[in-house]
């Protein structure tokens, strides 16, 4: 079945003539409020295996700045050693968004996508050594040679010029096997650990799910391969012979759209559920996840139903999980103190749903806080990451896409020092006095200054 939220394609607000170089936007900072909980109503409760219990009708303040808008559907995004962001767009273009806000003209080189339904050209991430071999890394729904009605999820490598205008030496260095006929459930997130290995996230493809359980083929897993695209002799099944492919790392996954790695080197990824039961789970190697013989959600048809809980000690159980759906898209974990000590050491989640931000705060395995922070009404959250300045980056999609920043709080103004030159101070009101509150006016700048959707 697939995510009905998922498959529409959004439709444009504005064009841009010439999709050349777009309008130098000017970045507008804007405070923006939504829902905000700690789990139980007080951080620090553990909820090991946890469900969200999300409040709508509690809000906390955020601030954005909007450094670009008018990408085409944009999917991914990963940071230039420029300063500049290097941004793909599902239909199949790839892009470099200045850091002032102007976009550049599609860069050359990228080979064919299938861009129908949710597949295209998807996730992209830099080589941990790209300052000095200029590679990088991207995923994409790949359409069959011999046959247009399949594809599957492939990754590629290639070399960016320096000039940032071509990709140069393109090599597809893994497939995943079998083709089918679907435009649902690609996947497709990669995250590299400091060694190099690169784990790629695989979705079931929607019409095969029974196939995630069985390690002969790639579809609803995680594969963990070298830099050239082939499988590390030390992966799980690569010591067992016989036992599926050596690439694969783990299994049991339905669609997951959100991967990273810690700086301990944990890997961590989330996953749609079919009707809720959207999962976040610690991937361990060589661990099946479940799908589709255990769901938090509700599945179509035979099959488990929703809040069923896991039976076979087998089938690894998720960290949190979210009773209703919330589309997670894109996941990061922030170690810098931009944000300060509540939110450093937290996982990021985008929503594609509700056009929001989640918090997550785990400590060994267990939940300890959950915080929601809406972007923007009617705009899916389909990337979020840390930048090498130690702030969030966001990437949305829908009507327009727009890249952002998340502002750190600003410190409180000291109080002016007391001097024996200044007259009394004015009593205050008691409890229970009020006192009517002057509000200036807006000055002409504010008062035409933009505003959020």
């Known amino acids: 079945m697939q995510d ?64 670009a808008f008018g990408l085409e559907q944009p999917w991914a995004m990963a940071f230039l050693p420029s300063g500049d962001f290097l941004v793909t767009e599902r239909e199949g273009t790839m892009r470099v968004v200045q850091a002032n806000g102007r976009i550049g003209h599609p860069i050359a080189g990228v080979p064919p996508v299938a861009a129908q339904g949710q597949g295209g050209l998807l996730d992209v991430a ?23 009605s399949r594809s599957s999820t492939a990754l590629a490598s290639a070399r960016l010029n ?60 995680i594969v963990r391969l070298q830099p050239d695209g ?24 339905r669609n997951p759209q959100g991967a990273t790695i810690t700086p301990d080197g944990e890997l961590w990824a989330h996953e749609h559920g079919p009707q809720g039961g959207d999962e976040f789970n610690h991937i361990r190697g060589g661990a099946n996840y479940g799908w589709p013989l255990v769901t938090y959600g509700r599945a179509q048809g035979a ?25 997670p898209s ?27 931000l989640v918090r997550l705060k785990v400590v060994d395995d267990v939940v300890q806080q959950e915080s929601w922070h809406r972007i923007a009404e009617g705009e899916q959250v389909r990337d979020v990451r840390q930048g090498p300045d130690g702030l969030l980056y966001v990437l949305t999609d829908r009507p327009d896409g727009r890249l952002l920043r998340v502002e750190p709080p600003k410190a409180p103004e000291p109080e002016p020092a007391a001097s024996a030159a200044q007259p009394p101070a004015v009593p ?26």
């Open 330 to 356: 894109g996941l990061t974990y922030l170690d810098s103190d931009r944000y300060g000590a509540q939110w450093q050491g937290s996982f990021f989640i985008g929503s594609l749903r509700h056009g929001a």
């Open 428 to 453: 205050q009101p008691s409890a229970g006095e009020f006192e009517p509150v002057h509000v200036a006016p807006p000055t002409p700048a504010q008062a035409t200054a933009p505003v959020a959707q």
């Open 4 to 67: 009905q939220h998922l498959n529409a394609r959004p439709q444009r607000a504005s064009s841009f003539p010439g999709r050349g170089p777009l309008r130098q936007l000017t970045q507008t900072a804007c405070r923006i409020t939504w829902a905000s909980l700690l789990c139980s109503g007080a951080a620090g409760t553990a909820l090991a295996q946890s469900a969200s219990t999300w409040d709508v009708n509690r809000a906390e303040p955020l601030v954005l700045t909007e450094i």
């Open 126 to 148: 830099l080589d941990r050594q790209f300052a000095q071999n200029r590679r990088l890394f991207f995923c994409f729904s790949e359409p069959d040679p011999s046959n247009a």
């Open 230 to 253: 082939k499988p590390f002799a030390d992966n799980p099944l690569a010591r067992a012979k016989g036992k599926g492919l050596p690439e694969t790392w783990s299994w049991g996954h």
């Open 162 to 221: 320096e000039r940032h205008t071509r990709l140069e030496n393109v090599q597809v260095i893994f497939h995943q096997m079998p083709r089918v006929r679907s435009d649902a459930h690609f996947g497709c997130r990669i995250a590299q650990a400091q060694d190099g290995s690169l784990f790629v996230a695989l979705g079931e493809r929607s019409i095969a799910r029974e196939q995630a359980q069985r390690t002969s083929n790639h579809l609803g897993s």
């Open 303 to 327: 099959g488990p139903r929703a809040g069923q809980q896991r039976k076979n000690a087998a089938l690894e159980a998720p960290v949190h999980y979210w009773g209703q759906a919330i589309a």
